[in-house]
Nanobody, 116 residues
């Protein structure tokens, strides 16, 4: 049974930090590229960050470049998103996504709210 379970979301003030985690099970995690997406109400889903299967190559959205870091631990089947200097416009549901060829798995998402 494939599972991706996000955690670490919550409410923070502008300028605060959060570390999101995604725990994977039921598939060959180390063979998959991992991505973090976000979607805010009334907005399109946006790719925040991606990391290659071995963790060598990372990519970031321009809107968050310099404020976020994606990482993974293949021994633990975990992927992380460290977010710093958060802004109100970062408020969204953040979802973990696993991709390999045509395989595509999604987590349920975790809410991040940035508000004073």
């Amino acid at each position: 049974q494939v599972q991706l379970v996000e955690s670490g979301g919550g409410r923070v003030q502008p300028g605060g930090s959060l570390r999101l985690s995604c725990a994977a099970s039921g598939f060959s995690f180390s063979s998959y590229s991992m991505r973090w997406y976000r979607q805010a109400p009334g907005k399109d889903r946006e790719l925040v960050a991606s990391i290659s299967s071995a963790g060598i190559v990372t990519q970031y959205a321009d809107s968050m470049k310099g404020r976020v870091t994606i990482s993974r631990d293949n021994a633990k089947n975990m992927v992380y998103l460290q977010m710093n200097n958060l802004k109100p416009e970062d408020t969204a549901v953040y979802c973990c996504n696993a991709v390999r060829n045509w395989d595509d798995y999604w987590g349920q998402g975790t809410q991040v709210t940035v508000s004073s």
